[in-house]
């Protein structure tokens, strides 16, 4: 598979992008204005989209890889599959 050049891809995920940066920004607002903030930024949940919003400005070159990682459970070996509907 070739990648976009990354001019093309600017242009073409750059609006999309910013919608959703924007929409987490205003997450991170209504949970710290909230009350109890200071819980709500202890909550496990939180403390992932704190890591998250890390993982994105690093320049690590899998960082969808990383984000899937964190919000994903760890590999469990025992894992039983669920027999098929009948």
Do not use: C, H
């Not at 929409?23 to 209504?30: C, L, P, Q």
């Not at 949970?31 to 890591?51: I, W």
């Amino acid at each position: 598979m070739t990648p976009l050049p990354a001019a093309t891809a600017l242009d073409q995920f750059f609006l999309d992008a910013r919608s959703k940066l924007l929409e987490a920004a205003a997450i991170f607002d209504r949970v710290a204005r909230g009350d109890g903030s200071e819980t709500a930024t202890a909550d496990p949940r939180f403390v992932k989209l704190r890591k998250a919003a890390e993982v994105l400005l690093s320049d690590a070159p899998n960082r969808a890889e990383l984000l899937q990682q964190l919000f994903s459970l760890p590999y469990d070996a025992g894992w039983k599959r669920p027999a098929p509907r009948v």
